[in-house]
């Protein structure tokens, strides 16, 4: 553990800028919204900023990127196919516990199953993370309800925490470690281990009462899920509410559905591009024939919520799938964000 000064932390991203593509919390002069951006400058980054509007899995996980390019030449009948691995070294500052367990989620999906996504991997292999503890919960959030926050456990190369004039600097990894003695930070006694604890347990106190409640119910609702015990009624009535746009999907950290395009360049060329998809719309079980196994919007609702909260997905990526950002409940026209989807199971428990 090392020490460093308010105003001084900043120098910590400076230098990180010398040797990655620098991406923080950026807080919008017009609009007043926080997003995860590239920056050319270190003071862009608001380390005090709220949890920003799109997750930073756009990071490692573009909402559309190229991950092949090919050409046939008819003449020759021979393909010329290229890869177009993004190979930029990055470095998230500043990145949310929430936002960081949504990427150890996706590592846990693109990188820990029987098959290994190399364009996925190419992003993640050159990455420096540096994580900033939550010492005052934002509105939405529920990251207690979910093991998520708000501290990190894992995942980051070095966590900040704010404590008081100073900022704790906790090393993850060896190449963090390195980091920290490169810059020269003072050494950490163990007491501001009882400091730390002190901050964070002073962050759960101030969240919502309605996040704190929810949190005995995960774990019962998680049962009902994954069981298949909650009337078809619940689901009808989510699926009532839903206007099946996808925004739940598009803001989720952990969300990792995806589509792939063919189109055609004036050169005669051919990109293939990756896209985000979301199981909200009505084609995305759609099959050949026209046919599709999920055709009710209730159907693919449960669909959804099962991915988030059963002990199958939780058995996969060792954890459940929601992180407890309240971004689906911020975002959603329905207002059937997790939140609300827990609370009307809840209902339906407690009749």
């Known amino acids: 553990m090392y020490l460093i000064e308010k105003n001084n932390v900043m120098k910590l991203a400076e230098e990180l800028a ?9 807080i919008d002069n017009e609009t007043k919204q926080v997003f995860f951006n590239k920056v050319e400058s270190a003071s862009e980054i608001s380390l005090t900023a709220e949890i920003p509007a799109l997750p930073p899995k756009t ?11 090919y050409k046939y ?30 990427i150890i989620v996706l590592d846990r999906f693109f990188l820990g199953q029987e098959f290994v996504d190399d364009v996925y991997k190419e992003h993640r292999k050159r990455m420096f993370i540096v994580s900033n503890t939550c010492v005052v919960p934002f509105k939405q959030c529920f ?42 930070l003072k050494p950490a006694g163990d007491e501001y281990i009882a400091l730390k604890k002190k901050v964070i347990d002073k962050s759960i106190s101030l969240f919502e009462k309605v996040a704190t409640d929810n949190k005995a119910w995960i774990s019962r609702i998680m049962n009902r899920v994954t069981t298949g015990f909650i009337k078809d009624e619940v689901w009808k009535h989510i699926g009532n ?26 050169d005669g060329s051919t990109d293939r591009l990756r896209e985000w998809d979301s199981c909200s719309f009505e084609g995305y079980t759609k099959m050949a024939g026209d046919h599709n196994p999920r055709h009710p919007v209730e159907d693919r609702r449960n669909k959804r919520f099962f991915c988030k909260l059963s002990y199958s997905q939780s058995k996969k990526y060792l954890r459940p799938g929601c992180v407890g950002c309240g971004r689906c409940q911020w ?3 329905g207002d059937i964000g997790l939140p609300n989807v827990v609370t009307y199971i809840r209902r339906e428990i407690t009749e």
């Open 241 to 266: 509410q839903c206007f099946e746009c996808g925004a739940c999907s598009f803001v989720c950290p952990t969300c990792s559905c995806f589509n792939i395009e063919d189109h055609n360049r004036f």
């Open 73 to 102: 030449d008819k003449v020759g009948k021979k393909a010329e196919i290229a890869m177009t691995y993004d190979d930029r070294s990055k470095a998230i500052f500043g990145i949310r516990p929430c936002d960081l367990t949504g």
């Open 143 to 184: 990251c207690v309800c979910t093991d998520s926050g708000p501290a990190a456990d894992e995942g980051y190369d070095l966590n900040l925490t704010e404590i008081g004039d100073m900022y704790l600097v906790e090393t993850g990894s060896e190449k963090g470690k390195a980091f920290a003695e490169k810059m020269g």
């Open 331 to 333: 975002v959603c026209p």
């Open 18 to 26: 010398k040797s990655y593509d620098l991406y923080g919390p950026v």
């Open 59 to 69: 990071v490692v996980f573009p909402q559309i990127e190229r991950i092949t390019q």
